[in-house]
C-alpha cells in the first residue's frame, strides 16, 4: 500500500489529469462515503474492499500471496499479530511541566518522559494543553455539522487544485486509489502558509474556508491560530529534548514558527463490512508534528513492535505524533511511525489532524549536532520539492518517502 501522506494527496492531485472516460461508478464513489451511506446500503460494495492481506486483521509483516476474494473469511489466522485488542493508553505529557508554574524538577522528567516517547511510540498524549474547552469542543461540533451538511452544499468544495485553501474529497487519493478507504475530508490551508514568500504574515482564517455551518470559518480559524501556538511550544521542548535548544534547534523553531499548516478534518461513517476496509491505510505524516484531536470513538492504531496497537481516546486531550521532518531533523532518534483508521459498524467517527511543519521552501537535514562519529548522518537534505518529485515517480509504491532519502 502507497505510503504518502496527507499533504501527499493534496500535491498528487494536482498532477492527475481528469480521465473524461472515467466510468459513472467512479464519478459515484467519488461523492464520498456519506453521500454513499446516504443512498442506503448494506454491503461494503467492491470498490472499498481491500486485498486480503491488506484487510486490517492482517499483522502487518503478514503476507498472503493469494488474494482471497472470499469477502466472508475469518481473519486472524495464527501468525499475525493482530491481537484483539490491547488498546494502549499513549505516554502522557503534561503540557502545564513545561509552563513558567512548572519546577525544574518536573520540566525535566517530563522532557524525559517526551524524548522516551518520541523514541519508543512516536507519538505521546498531551493534557492540560491550555487550549480552551469552548475552542476544542467547537473544532469537533463544527466539523461534524460541515459533514451533516447536505451532499450539494459540501460538493461545493471539491477541487482538484492543492493550492487551494478548502479542499473536500474522499478515501486517501481519490485519484490514484484503486481500492477506496472509508473516509471523507475537508482540507483547509491557510494561503500564505504553501507560498514561498515566508515574510507574510499567517491570516488565522481565510476568507475562502466554508462560510457554512454558521460559524465554521470563526470557529476553524481560532482553533488553527490555537493549535499553531500549541505546535510552536510542543516544538520547542522536543527541540529541547533533543538537547538541541540552542543552535540548530534556534533557527529550526524560527523556520517552523513561519512555517505551513494544514488542517484535515475526517469523518468516517460507520460501515457495513468494517473488517473489509480501512478508514485510512498505513502512512506516516510529512510534517513536523501533528496535532490530533479525535471524538469518544475508536479507530487509530499506531505500528508498534511488529503489531497495530489501537489507541484509546481521551476527549480534550492531543494525540501528538513525530512526522517524517522530524524523524531527518532527530537523525533518526525519533521516530515517524506507521499509523492507520479501522472503522466499524456502529458509529461514525470524527478526527480533526492539524499538521505542521517547515515553509516548503525550507531544506531540511538532520540537525549538525545530532551527527557524530557514533551516529553518523543517516539522511540526505530534503525539501517539498523532492517530496513532489518522489510523490510523481511512484515507481517503488512500497518505499516510502524517508526510506528514498536514507543514506546507504
Ligand atoms: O483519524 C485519525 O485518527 C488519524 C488521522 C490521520 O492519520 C491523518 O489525518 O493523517
Redesign the pocket.
Known amino acids: 500500500m502507497a505510503m504518502a501522506?496527507?499533504m501527499a494527496m493534496a500535491a498528487a492531485s494536482t498532477t492527475t489529469v481528469t480521465n473524461i472516460h472515467e466510468t459513472e461508478e467512479n464519478q459515484r464513489y467519488k461523492k464520498g462515503v456519506r453521500h454513499l451511506c446516504e443512498s442506503g446500503i448494506t454491503t461494503l460494495p467492491t470498490k472499498y474492499v481491500l486485498p486480503f492481506a491488506d484487510r486490517p486483521n492482517q499483522g502487518p509483516h503478514h503476507h498472503h500471496h493469494h488474494h482471497h476474494r472470499s469477502r466472508t473469511q475469518s481473519s486472524s489466522p495464527a501468525g499475525t499479530n493482530n491481537k484483539n485488542n490491547h488498546n494502549i493508553n499513549l505516554p502522557l505529557i503534561d503540557f502545564a511541566d513545561f509552563t513558567s508554574t512548572s519546577t525544574p524538577t518536573k520540566r525535566a522528567h517530563a522532557l524525559h518522559s517526551l524524548a522516551t516517547a518520541c523514541e519508543e511510540y512516536g507519538f505521546f498524549q498531551v493534557i492540560n494543553h491550555g487550549i480552551s474547552p469552548e475552542v476544542v469542543q467547537g473544532m469537533m461540533e463544527s466539523s461534524r455539522c460541515f459533514f451533516d451538511l447536505p451532499f450539494e452544499e459540501r460538493a461545493k468544495y471539491m477541487s482538484n487544485d492543492m493550492s487551494a485553501p478548502v479542499r473536500y474529497g474522499t478515501s486517501w487519493n481519490q485519484n490514484k486509489d484503486g481500492v477506496f478507504c472509508w473516509r471523507d475530508f475537508l482540507k483547509l490551508t491557510h494561503p500564505t502558509s504553501t507560498s514561498t514568500d515566508r515574510h507574510h504574515h499567517h491570516h488565522h482564517h481565510s476568507s475562502q474556508w466554508p462560510s457554512t455551518p454558521t460559524g465554521f470559518r470563526e470557529t476553524a480559524g481560532a482553533y488553527a491560530k490555537e493549535t499553531r501556538t500549541l505546535f510552536v511550544k510542543l516544538a520547542e521542548a522536543v527541540l529541547e529534548s533533543l538537547g538541541v535548544a540552542d543552535g540548530s534547534g534556534e533557527s529550526m523553531l524560527r523556520e517552523l514558527g513561519e512555517g505551513s499548516q494544514m488542517m484535515?478534518l475526517?469523518c468516517?461513517p460507520s460501515c457495513p463490512e468494517p473488517d473489509l476496509t480501512l478508514?485510512?491505510p498505513p502512512?506516516t505524516?510529512y510534517g513536523f508534528l501533528?496535532l490530533?484531536l479525535?471524538d469518544a470513538v475508536p479507530?487509530?492504531e499506531i505500528q508498534s513492535g511488529g503489531s497495530w496497537l489501537p489507541v484509546q481516546p481521551r476527549p480534550g486531550s492531543f494525540?501528538v505524533n513525530v512526522g517524517d521532518h522530524l524523524e531527518i531533523f532527530s537523525n533518526g532518534r525519533y521516530k515517524s511511525v506507521l499509523?492507520r483508521?479501522r472503522v466499524n459498524s456502529t458509529q461514525s467517527?470524527i478526527?480533526v489532524?492539524s499538521?505542521h511543519s517547515l515553509p516548503h521552501s525550507s531544506v531540511i537535514g538532520p540537525s549538525p549536532a545530532l551527527v557524530n562519529e557514533r551516529n553518523p548522518r543517516r539522511y540526505g537534505d530534503t525539501d517539498f520539492a523532492a517530496f513532489l518529485r518522489y510523490l510523481t515517480a511512484g515507481k517503488d509504491r512500497t518505499e516510502t518517502f524517508l526510506d528514498s532519502i536514507k543514506l546507504n
Open positions: 501522506t496527507s484535515v475526517n468516517y478508514g485510512m502512512h505524516d501533528t490530533l479525535q479507530g487509530l494525540v499509523h483508521v467517527r478526527s489532524a499538521l
